[in-house]
């Protein structure tokens, strides 16, 4: 858990209103950098409010949502930055984005967060590898002039559009979606979907990736397989996660850092096993074990 | 599939028939007074109603016949089922490429076929009223196509860019300033002989950047908020265009406009005309086959950049906004500059062919730039399948070409009477078209998808697949 | 002042028929998400209606004071009906199968109704002006500054009242009713709504009928105070009362009615202030403007962007 | 097995449906007997969401029947099937978001003109506490597990004799996953409600049912009692194994 140490985003008393309801309440939390940060917590939580905060989708009503690349200090910028209209700070070390500030689109092409959602959003209409290259879109665009140089057939954005499908066809091997490539997206079956939506975020190039319940409406083998691929995105690639999930054989298995959120608010951070184990988040959200129960059940069908 | 055919049900007459009576009973609630009862007025302007009970029987007769025969129709074939052509097959997609290719090779020669066959004087009406008159439409639904097919933005006022490369055009040629400069600068000749090219390129910025105008306040709007807004613009464009009569000459519109060169060698009776130039015998098919020709190739040059678009990220881009606008700025796409692109793009293309439809005419007035034209494109390109180029060739065709072919009508007037004014019929028809065109094909005649970028094999993706775009 | 009053008085009194033609264009909006272009035609139809049976019956009973009345009436009466028939009949027609299907493809065949409708009425009833003899023009002086008589007259507090009173009655069948419930779940889910033991294609057919009486109650009006109408009608008023209804926010039958007044409003004072020619540009500005600085309309909910 | 002896409240026999050209089932055939918590456990594009819109005739099947408390319900328009008594919870929970959890409740209900509608609003408050604190409050503003609860709710309100449950647990906290169960389990015994459950959820869904079907690529490929699919090897290696609880 590199919260405290190397920490990527700073969320800072972020509070989200729609009308008279609070979805999001004064929630503070870090994530930190090559960690699986899992938010979780009862349904209507708030969680994907936050997520769509991070995202820049909603602009939260007050809070702070600091994310770096490279090792500029937070702390030592944040205040300053927040001071100066600016949305960002960049020195020698690294650079400093203030989310809150960003419209939608410079969250995901500037300060390179990447996400999926809760309701798989795909261009269902165009191939497996059409989504991969629209992914790619603002470096294609530079290749192409905008535009320009591609309608004229310049060799640069050719050459550009080779290497982007090379890195599309990385991620389908990677999500073992590869011969599904030149087939609509829209045609895929539902686990299938799910992690091309994953390797799309990815042919962004993202420091962190925002995953809205990955595994939801996945059998227990694609949940398995799910984790290696979040594992290797995150040893493989650096990647910095943060995934809200229900299904806790995904959530403790690979997380390195949970956040628990009921009501819009933190009621506990910390690792896994922390976590598991407070009586708070027992109450809310994991009820009673039931391991007693599960034993019973095995010992009746003869396990 | 192996399937047994069903055991074909007896037709039930009864069923049938109370169909029929119930539908003929409808006809007669909807038609008894606006058909049975004509509203007329006499000499000295008094208004009386004149009884039609034949007419009114005669339709409510046919209606009833109709109806039998529908049902009848449909009971016979109800037991099969319909064999459904198999999806998404690269076999579509073929079709189109070589149909294509055929199709553009016939449109090269298609004026020297008609020549051939119906001779000069002949041969005026068919490159005019069907080749050149549906090729603005094709080039015009090319072009609205990238916006809504593409793009999936509805705009419901495309024929305002269309007014604008055609005023652009009207005015620059027409104007005593630009014509007394011209004349200063280079030769009192050369104004009138290159307006048209000069101005051509000058319509389509224009147009683009009004595109870009009317686009940028509507970008926030989505569906049928931005159809009815672009509607508005359009309208808006027609109003200014009638009472701003200084500037545009109102109802009265603009006329001796300009006519297109041979690049400087005028078609007229001249030494200098293009005939005499060329040591032909003057007759104003040359004219006539040289616009053919003019829009032949502004038409395919907007087809080749449509198609290079597509596969180009900004292409590719309005094909992701259509499916998925949230998603698309999820991944970093600035959604506004897109779909201004788009906005302006297709824009130009209606201004390139508003300029020529200028110079064809020699007169345009805003009678040429009403809904119903807006309504016509849309139609197009709805009906030739959104996104597909044939679909559009083929649309036009069907759409322009049976209204043309309508015009034809009156040797009617053979078998009712010189009362009989068929031009009334055509609207009519063209409308009930409309209707019956959507009921049969909905997706439009060519619904599969080509995608841009393929791995190993290139396949078709079925428009049942293919979002239409929320904005 | 007297000015402003006599057109404040004009401009509500348009504003109602536009409004009552814009409620057509919600519901149906509302329940299927289409625009439904044929139903200025459909009111265009409704005026045509009202007039031949308004002619029927004077030509039978006369034209006094009484038999006038008794022809407005049946001619409103006949029209509703008739009118309802003609837009139950293009909804099962021209809509139904559409359903579900393409979005674009019952938009065209909304515009290939609307013009299959137009030059039926021409091809019926021939392209002329049908003018109505003058009837009701009895006014009530409100008062009279420098010469200038402010007045309004029995058609037009007639006017005004049936709009308050029909929007009164079916706000209340929309927003209380088990219809009006069952026509909401529709608009939002019709598969949903099937599940749950609701007779979609009814509801759908009955919204379409009550936009048309509707319609048919504004085309009578529109008749009694203009007093002519022709094949062409249909598209103008129609255009500008989807206007309204987009104006008042889409899907609200109050929006509906500020819409309509709003737009009537605008274009009588534009008209008297400004220039005449230009009062359908205002009016056409107006709806752009409030569209793009509010996409909702003036009474419609805002749409959070669900995520 | 003894259930047998009467006619089953639902049968399925031989259904085949399309999309289109796809065929989504292949010959299904399916019994639910009155008062039995059947489940059908599969993966995803297995069909089982195909089939419980088959059941209510969106799409209509077609080939095979289905009745329904003896009457045939295959080719019936699907408002005409929601009177018999059969509610559904559809995949995707589908509330209607610009209505009110109120009038969302109010909808389920109207199937019988909401004549018990009071006392069942207060039912399903009670089990659904959190839906009683939004009444008001427009459903498409609800998080997805909210509405969740609000289409199993508005599924109840109608007082059907046969439930229908799309993936119930689909995108729940655990804890109201097992709320949701105890539902589940508590109206088929206090009130003999006939419950069809498909879900993901294997293990939960398979120690509450009295009968269970596997369903593979729009077949039934096992059945049994849940007890014996719970111990069945293959069902545990595809279903259960992961620890999905």
């Keep these: 858990m590199r919260a405290l140490t190397d920490p990527i985003l700073k969320v800072q008393n972020l509070t989200m209103r729609f009308g008279g309801l609070v979805a999001v309440n004064d929630l503070t939390f870090t994530a930190g950098r090559g960690d699986i940060t899992a938010l979780i917590g009862p349904n209507g939580a708030g969680k994907t409010t936050v997520f769509n905060c991070i995202t820049g989708f909603y602009k939260p009503t007050t809070g702070r949502m600091a994310l770096r690349h490279g090792s500029i200090d937070i702390d030592a910028h944040v205040e300053r930055l927040t001071d100066t209209p600016n949305d960002h700070v960049t020195n020698a070390e690294g650079s400093l984005y203030l989310l809150e500030r960003m419209p939608d689109f410079h969250v995901s092409a500037r300060a390179k967060v990447a996400r999926t959602f809760q309701n798989i959003r795909l261009f269902s209409g165009m191939t497996v590898l059409e989504n991969l290259m629209v992914a790619q879109h603002n470096p294609l665009m530079v290749a192409s002039n905008w535009t320009i140089g591609g309608l004229l057939g310049f060799a640069g954005f050719r050459k550009r559009e080779k290497a982007a499908i090379e890195t599309a066809k990385y991620w389908l091997e990677k999500t073992k979606l590869i011969d599904r490539a030149d087939d609509p997206a829209g045609d895929l079956p539902y686990g299938d979907q799910r992690r091309l939506e994953i390797a799309r975020a990815m042919c962004t190039e993202p420091v962190l990736l925002c995953l809205d319940e990955p595994a939801a409406g996945l059998n227990p083998r694609e949940s398995l397989e799910l984790n290696a691929l979040l594992r290797s995105i995150r040893d493989d690639h650096g990647t910095s996660l943060l995934l809200i999930e229900h299904d806790m054989s995904v959530v403790m298995e690979i997380s390195d850092h949970v956040v628990v959120l009921d009501y819009g608010t933190k009621i506990s951070d910390g690792t896994p096993e922390q976590v598991k184990s407070d009586p708070k988040v027992i109450a809310a959200y994991l009820g009673a074990e039931d391991e007693a129960e599960v034993e019973q059940i095995e010992a009746e069908v003869g396990l | 599939m192996m399937m047994e055919a069903p055991a074909r049900e007896p037709v039930n007459f009864v069923g049938l028939l109370k169909d029929a009576v119930f539908a003929a009973a409808i006809a007669f609630g909807l038609f008894s007074l606006m058909l049975g009862l004509k509203t007329d007025q006499t000499l000295n302007n008094q208004m009386v109603l004149v009884p039609r009970p034949g007419l009114l029987f005669t339709v409510v007769g046919l209606v009833f016949v109709g109806r039998f025969l529908i049902g009848y129709w449909q009971a016979i074939n109800a037991g099969k089922i319909k064999k459904r052509k198999a999806a998404a097959t690269p076999l579509a997609l073929k079709i189109e490429k070589y149909g294509t290719a055929a199709f553009v090779g016939f449109l090269f020669v298609y004026p020297m076929m008609v020549l051939g066959t119906a001779g000069p004087s002949g041969a005026i009406k068919w490159i005019d009223n069907f080749g050149i008159q549906i090729l603005i439409y094709i080039m015009l639904g090319w072009g609205l196509n990238i916006v809504v097919g593409l793009a999936g933005l509805l705009d419901l006022g495309y024929v305002a860019f269309y007014a604008v490369g055609a005023y652009s055009y009207a005015l620059l040629a027409t104007s005593e300033p630009v014509k007394e400069f011209m004349a200063g600068a280079i030769g009192p000749t050369f104004w009138p002989l290159w307006a048209f090219w000069i101005c051509l390129p000058v319509a389509g910025i224009l147009a683009a950047f009004w595109g870009v105008l009317l686009g940028f306040p509507v970008l926030r709007l989505r569906g049928d908020y931005l159809a009815i807004v672009t509607l508005a613009f359009g309208e808006i464009i027609r109003l200014v265009l009638i009472n701003w009569v200084e500037f545009s000459g109102g109802y009265a519109g603009i006329s001796s406009i300009p006519r297109p060169s041979f690049f400087g060698v005028p078609f007229n009776a001249t030494e200098s005309g293009f005939a005499a130039t060329f040591g032909l015998e003057f007759t104003p098919i040359y004219r006539t086959i040289f616009l053919f020709y003019v829009i032949l190739i502004l038409a395919l040059i907007t087809a080749v950049v449509s198609t290079r678009l597509r596969r180009l990220p900004v292409g590719r881009a309005w094909e992701a906004l259509r499916e998925d606008e949230i998603a698309c700025r999820s991944l970093g796409i600035n959604t506004v500059n897109t779909k201004l692109t788009a906005f302006a793009i297709g824009a130009m293309f209606g201004g390139f062919a508003g300029a020529f439809f200028a110079a064809r005419q020699g007169f345009i007035s805003p009678e040429s730039f009403v809904f119903l034209e807006s309504a016509q494109i849309l139609a197009i390109v709805v009906l030739g399948g959104m996104g597909s180029l044939l679909g559009v060739v083929i649309a036009s065709i069907l759409l322009v070409g049976g209204v043309e072919l309508l015009r034809e009508l009156d040797f009617l007037k053979a078998y009712f009477g010189d009362n009989f004014d068929p031009a009334q019929y055509r609207m009519l028809i063209f409308g009930a078209c409309m209707v019956l065109m959507m009921l049969w094909k909905p997706r439009g005649l060519i619904s599969v998808r080509e995608p841009s970028v393929f791995l190993k094999e290139k396949k078709a993706v079925s428009s049942d697949l293919v979002k239409e775009g929320h904005g | 002042m007297e000015v402003f009053v006599q057109q404040l008085i004009n401009g509500v009194t348009l504003g109602a028929v536009y409004g009552l033609i814009a409620i057509g264009y919600t519901m149906v909006f509302g329940i299927i998400g289409m625009v439904n272009f044929a139903h200025g035609d459909v009111f265009m139809i409704s005026a045509f209606v009202a007039l031949i049976c308004f002619m029927a019956v004077t030509a039978l009973a006369g034209m ?120 909401r779940a529709c608009e939002q889910d019709q598969k949903m709504a099937a599940l749950l033991g609701i007779n979609v294609d009814r509801t759908i057919a009955v919204t379409f009928i009550m936009g048309a009486a509707l319609a048919a109650v504004a085309g009578t009006m529109f008749l009694t105070y203009y007093g002519v109408v022709v094949f062409s009608d249909g598209f103008v008023p129609g255009v500008k009362a989807f206007t309204a209804a987009v104006l008042g926010g889409i899907g609200s039958l109050p929006g509906a009615v500020l819409g309509g007044m709003l737009i009537g409003l605008i274009e009588t004072f534009w008209s008297a202030y400004f220039s005449i020619d230009y009062k359908d540009v205002a009016a056409f500005s107006i709806l752009a403007i409030v569209l793009i600085f509010m996409p909702q309309g003036l009474l419609g909910k805002p749409e959070v962007e669900k995520v | 097995m003894s259930m047998t002896e009467k006619a089953p409240l639902l049968a399925v026999r031989g259904v085949k449906t399309y999309y289109g050209n796809i065929i989504a089932l292949k010959g299904v055939d399916i019994d639910v007997h009155e008062g039995e918590i059947v489940t059908m456990i599969g993966a995803n594009g297995a069909g089982k969401s195909t089939l419980m819109m088959t059941i209510f005739g969106k799409p209509q099947a077609r080939e095979g029947t289905i009745t329904y408390d003896g009457r045939d319900i295959t080719r019936m328009p699907t408002h005409e099937i929601a009177h018999l008594g059969i509610a559904q919870s559809p995949e995707g929970r589908r509330v209607f978001p610009r209505m009110s959890v109120f009038e969302n409740l109010q909808m389920g209900a109207s199937v019988n003109n909401l004549a018990y509608f009071n006392e069942d609003l207060e039912k399903v408050c009670a089990i659904f506490p959190r839906l009683k604190e939004r009444l008001q409050q427009r459903a498409g503003t609800l998080s997805g597990g909210e509405q969740q609860m609000l289409a199993i709710a508005r599924a109840l309100m109608s007082r059907p004799r046969l439930l229908l449950l799309d993936e119930p647990s689909l995108g729940l906290a655990p804890i109201v996953v097992r709320q949701i169960f105890d539902v589940i389990r508590e109206v088929n015994r206090k009130e003999g409600m006939t419950v069809f459950l498909v879900e993901q959820n294997a293990y939960h869904a398979l120690k509450l049912a009295t009968r269970a079907y596997v369903m593979v690529n729009g077949l039934i490929t096992m059945s049994g009692s849940g007890k014996e699919l719970l111990a069945d090897p293959q069902v545990k290696a595809a279903y259960l194994e992961g620890g999905h609880h």
């Design chain 3, 64 to 183: 006094t004071g009484g038999a006038v009345f008794l022809a407005l009436l049946v001619a409103l009466i006949v029209s509703m009906i008739v009118t309802s028939l003609f837009s139950w009949t293009i909804e099962r027609v021209a809509y139904r199968k559409l359903r579900g299907s393409f979005r674009l493809a019952p938009l065209i065949s909304a515009i290939g109704m609307s013009i299959l409708l137009m030059n039926f009425v021409q091809v019926a009833q021939g392209a002329r002006n049908k003018p109505i003899p003058p009837i009701m023009r009895d006014t009530i002086r409100l008062f009279e500054k420098d010469g200038f008589v402010v007045a309004i007259s029995y058609k037009q507090i007639l006017i005004i009242l049936v709009t308050a009173l029909l929007l009164g009655i079916f706000w209340y069948v929309v927003q209380k009713t088990p219809l009006g419930r069952a026509q």
